[in-house]
């Protein structure tokens, strides 16, 4: 995701005069929504990808240039390429001295130096009380890091808040005390920021704070370089007060990830922290016109010129604090929501669990092993055992929400629940959808037609629950992608891979004269799954001469599933 990026960046920033190239064996956008991104890069900005691992890169005597040299996919002959630049993709290494700090602290690590985590809990470490997250467990994206921090955040608040009260920030010693500007005149300062070339690299930030310097009311107009800089922040807490400004317009990027920010920079300078307006000159303007510089610049300024205007009739405002019912509604049954449910509850506060259907469990009731190899069904009866057993905890089945009012802090659900669906009102000030997903059956391939067809969730029980039947095959394909990555269905489904591992392993424990044929456009095993599909591989090597090649085959293709059988003329495999 990093190396598409960049790509297309560099193609925004120079369009037609520069070449971007991809060499890569697998192609891993596997989280939600980057497979459009990866289509996009190829369509709308023509970066071009070559499946292939370079061996070679030499510099070009008597120039600057770099000499790639990689054999093309399909081509027995090498090819060569001499680049201006060549960028390489790198992966996560854990750093020695949180290797000693982990030992320190009694905590195990895995083979690859990384915190060792259970499957079912990937936040808790071998040491009570001590939990983690981010890269220290895992290579992974910043949306898994980020969901990782909150669970890890959410098992430790018990520790250090065992009341579950909110704990009062002292805000004196931060923040000094407001200045009455009420009666004052309007004085602006407007400050606009280059977000390196995010702004700076299409429109011309001088330019455009010498045109808010024209504006009325604007006492102050600067280009500000990072506006969330340390000394960016600083420079324009020391213009409010040597200036005397009273209200402030930054020209910056957006303001969901930033106004708080800036907010804060205000009350730090002694004003109430609504006297701030943002321009999100980022991403309503030069993102979205980054081939129209000319015209990104006049809008910049219509959008400078209207935050200016607004902000010059902006008021002091005080936060006022409300009620807030602390109980909290969970929507979903399955080991999402009972995980969230039994954490809160843990902390005192009254779930209410809502479940559609008349079980716990949901789609892991499908599941009898992870790719770990670690038994589901034990863990889903022990975690329903807690939950339905919890005393903070109130499960309501075969229930649906048929209405829903309120605001945050404050809302009232209505439900209809068991047999004869009666109607109840939930008062809570929290709501957690849990609400899951089906698994998708595809119409390709005869499934639901021909009973030597199924699913990767359907070969897993058959191979726990009736391993005889799987053992007397000879021959099995799995083909990967069937039903996704397609216009109908854009989005890798990201566990068809590890899933297709996992099975063929067990496959070959039950048979290993079993020939398990893959068929793959990329194999997506992040992170640590690489481990089980280098197994995989390894199988293929030691088995080979010893079965006379009946063990694991993968192979990529780049085929969309859409052969027209007409006959079920394969029934062999």
């Known amino acids: 995701m990093y190396a598409l990026k960049e790509a297309m960046v560099t193609k925004e920033r120079y369009q037609d005069d520069i070449e971007t190239v991809v060499f890569y064996m697998d192609m891993r956008t596997s989280g ?8 996009r890069a190829k369509q709308e900005f023509g970066v071009r990808f070559e499946r292939t691992r370079p061996h070679t890169v030499e510099p070009v005597s008597g120039s600057d240039g770099l000499c790639v040299t990689y054999i093309p996919e399909g081509e027995g002959l090498p090819r060569s390429e001499i680049f201006d630049m060549v960028v390489l993709s790198t992966g996560f290494l854990v750093p020695p001295d949180l290797v000693e700090l982990s030992k320190r602290l009694g905590i195990e690590l895995n083979e690859h130096h990384f915190v060792k985590t259970g499957a079912f809990n990937p936040v808790t470490t071998s040491k009570p009380g001590i939990y983690v997250c981010g890269l220290l467990e895992g290579p992974k994206d910043i949306p898994e890091t980020m969901v990782q921090a909150s669970a890890a955040a959410c098992m430790a608040l018990p520790c250090v808040n065992v009341s579950g009260e909110p704990q009062e920030e002292e805000e004196q010693d931060i923040f000094p005390p407001e200045r009455d500007v009420s009666l004052e005149e309007p004085r602006v300062g407007v400050f606009i920021c280059d977000c390196g070339y995010n702004i700076g690299g299409l429109i011309d930030v001088r330019e455009l704070a010498r045109y808010a310097k024209r504006l009325p009311r604007v006492s102050v107009s600067e280009m500000i370089g990072h506006g ?20 402030v317009v930054m020209g910056a990027c957006s303001p969901r990830t930033h106004e708080t920010l800036f907010q804060d920079t205000l009350r730090k300078a002694g004003l109430n922290k609504y006297l701030v307006e943002m321009a999100n000159l980022r991403d309503q303007d030069t993102w979205v016109h980054s081939d129209h510089p000319e ?23 005080t936060d006022h604090t409300l009620p807030m019912n602390k109980n909290i509604l969970v929507v979903g049954g399955g080991v999402a929501g009972m995980n969230a449910a039994l954490t809160l509850a843990d902390q005192g506060l009254r779930v209410y669990l809502v479940e559609r259907s008349a079980q716990l469990g949901g789609v892991s009731r ?28 109130q499960v309501l089945k075969r229930a649906v929400i048929v ?10 659900t209505g439900v ?13 000030g929290v709501t957690v959808l849990a609400t899951g997903a089906v698994p998708n059956r595809p119409e390709e391939y005869f499934l639901d037609q021909h009973e030597a067809v199924m699913t990767q969730l ?3 029980k058959v191979i726990e629950d009736a391993p005889e039947k799987a053992k007397s095959w000879q021959k099995v394909v799995m083909i990967q992608c069937v039903g996704s990555r397609c216009p109908e269905n854009p989005n890798c489904a990201r566990i068809c891979c590890q899933s297709a591992v996992k099975n063929a392993l067990r496959l070959l424990d039950l048979n290993p004269r079993i020939q398990v044929y893959v068929l793959y456009r990329d194999m997506r095993t992040y992170g640590f799954q690489e481990d089980f599909y280098r197994k995989a591989r390894e199988k293929v090597c030691s088995s080979f001469s010893m079965t006379r090649g009946k063990s694991p ?21």
């Not at 209405?403 to 009232?412: Q, R």
């Not at 209809?416 to 809570?428: D, K, L």
């Not at 859409?562 to 029934?571: A, G, K, L, Y």
């Open 32 to 39: 939600k929504d980057y497979e459009l991104y990866l289509n």
């Open 228 to 247: 969330c800089s340390l000394h960016s922040l600083e420079r324009i807490q020391g213009l409010i007060r040597d200036c005397n400004l009273n209200r």
């Open 458 to 460: 359907d070969l897993d």
């Open 295 to 317: 015209e990104a610049l006049n809008k910049a300024k219509d959008l400078i010129r209207m935050a200016v205007a607004s902000v010059a009739i902006a008021r002091p405002l």
């Open 366 to 393: 499908e599941l009898r092993r992870t790719l770990e190899g670690e038994d589901v069904r034990l863990y889903l009866s022990d975690l329903i055992q807690q939950t339905m057993q919890h005393k903070n905890i």
């Open 403 to 412: 209405d829903h009012s309120g605001m945050p802090g404050l809302f009232t």
């Open 416 to 428: 209809q629940a068991g047999p004869q669906m009666f109607y109840r009102q939930i008062v809570h």
């Open 553 to 573: 085959l993968f192979m990529p293709t780049a085929a969309r599933w859409t052969w027209p059988f007409e006959t079920p003329s394969w029934q062999e495999s």
